[in-house]
């Protein structure tokens, strides 16, 4: 046991308080940031003649031994310490002596844990921002080969109307271009330093938060100590962040393990990305799609965890904080790990062009179309509806496509067609006739495709 405190104390801590209390086992993963926070901290005391410039060049000079030493694997974070904050301390007083006990004035572990966690968040959020990229990047690259590849499109899991891969591919870069943004948001509402907030109510000390707040890359001080020391909104967003990019690559996911059943065969999931059966020696699973669709279920869970716990929280620091920790570092590294890897099951997935193409043809995607070019001939939609209806039907009994249906068929239920039919519901016309913004025709797609060209350059 090795604790910061004990001075009031007139007895040992029992080793399984002590156990249950400490959060080194999960909080050492943020050593750098309490590290990088200490220096801030040394400089702005020592600027403001708290220190002297030689405590503050014994203690910087320790603060960055002891991260080059864990970097490099020869020190190890003793789990002897009760947190990370008193590992670092110890430590430094252990190489450096005397100065190193002046590291903490007019510091509480409240304000320093608020800051480690705020500095480990924003660069994790960060790196899932860059792994948004990459994915936004494997889309439109999928998007550009796919301009002409038909397919159909679904409502309730029917096929409904034809569209493009591209078109397809386009709904989930839209989602994942909000999920950016909304990291974004997240990170600038973040942008506040906490550091100086003390336990609770500030310090006596002529502190310069500005400073600090500078040096670490902030926008400016927390203005309330209470809730610098007790906010834990900005994890609470990340997370709801997460949990609708999770929803976004779980319904991906979905589609995928779709498409690569052996009905659809829309897609074949690269030998790298799928796994195989120990008994079934034909098989090839999608697990990774699977997978990525049940940890879901954990990232919703973070949300839910961290929401229930600070609910009844009264201002300001309380031990149920300490909670935030594991709940956010696993849903970071579980998005993390899903985006990367559904990233490149993407890449390297095969799109089946005919299969796709074929099953649009054979779904009667085009019935629509049928009934709007009756209405161009004069007949009321309605009508041209329940017309379009009864061919639907007699194709069903014979088994074909509606271009399959000879002409006279056509013309027995409605004089109106001519031999124009067949052009105009071809899957290229059906298609390429929807140019409406947002809408899969060749030329709308040319144009959003050249907008998220510029979107992707300012990302
Ligand atoms: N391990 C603690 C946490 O994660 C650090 C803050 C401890 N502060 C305190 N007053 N006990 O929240």
Redesign the pocket.
């Known amino acids: 046991m090795a604790q910061l405190w004990g001075g009031r104390f007139t007895k040992e801590t029992d080793q399984l308080v002590y156990d249950f209390n400490a ?1 080194i086992t999960f ?1 050492r993963r943020m050593y750098e940031e309490d590290i990088e926070g200490s220096l801030a901290h040394v400089k702005m005391l020592a600027r403001q003649g708290i220190l002297t410039e030689k405590e503050k060049e014994e203690i910087v000079a320790g603060l960055n031994g002891i991260l080059e030493d864990v970097k490099a694997g020869r020190l190890e974070i003793s789990e002897q310490y009760e ?1 990370i ?1 008193s590992f670092v301390e110890a430590t430094l007083t252990d190489r450096i002596g005397e100065p190193g006990k002046k590291l903490h004035t007019g510091r509480s ?2 304000d320093q ?1 608020a800051l480690d966690m705020k500095l480990y968040v924003r660069k994790e959020t960060k790196q899932l921002d860059a792994l948004l990229k990459e994915m936004l990047e494997a889309l439109l690259s999928i998007m550009e080969e796919h301009v002409d590849t038909y397919m159909p499109g679904f409502t309730h899991l029917q096929k409904a109307q034809p569209i493009t891969l591209a078109h397809h591919m386009g709904a989930y870069f839209e989602m994942f271009r909000r999920d950016h943004e909304r990291l974004g948001d997240i990170l600038k509402r973040m942008n506040t330093c906490p550091l100086g907030s003390g336990a609770l109510a500030g310090t006596t000390y002529p502190l310069d938060r500005q400073y600090t707040a500078e040096l670490l890359g902030f926008e400016g001080p927390t203005l309330n100590s209470m809730d610098g020391v007790s906010d834990r909104d900005y994890l609470l967003e990340l997370l709801s962040a997460l949990s609708i990019t999770m929803m976004h690559l779980s319904r991906f996911s979905e589609e995928v393990i779709i498409w690569n059943s052996n009905e659809y065969q829309f897609v074949e999931i690269d030998d790298a990305y799928s796994t195989g059966s120990s008994i079934m020696p034909q098989k090839k699973n999608p697990d990774i799609a699977e997978l990525v669709r049940g940890k879901t279920g954990r990232v919703y869970g973070a949300l839910q965890a961290l929401l229930v716990s600070m609910k009844g929280i009264p201002l300001a ?1 309380n ?1 149920d ?2 909670e935030d ?1 594991e709940w956010a570092f696993d849903a970071i590294d579980t998005v993390q790990h899903c985006l990367a890897l559904f990233t490149g099951m993407l890449k390297t997935m095969r799109f089946k062009k005919d299969r796709m193409e074929n099953s649009a043809k054979h779904g009667f995607t085009n019935a629509t179309d049928a009934a709007d070019y009756l209405v161009n001939h004069g007949v009321a939609f309605r009508d041209a509806h329940g017309i379009v209806g009864r061919l639907v039907l007699l194709c069903i009994e014979k088994g074909i496509a509606l271009d399959e249906l000879p002409l006279e068929e056509y013309q027995k239920i409605s004089p109106a067609f001519q031999e124009d039919i067949y052009e105009a519901i071809s899957l290229g016309t059906c298609v390429n006739k929807r140019v409406t913004t947002g809408a899969p025709g060749r030329d709308a797609m040319l144009k959003t495709l050249e907008l998220y060209h510029k979107y992707m350059e300012q990302y």
Do not use: F
Request: hydrophobic share 15%.
């Open positions: 959060s909080d947190d904050h572990r409240n844990v620091y031990k904080m300490q920790k």
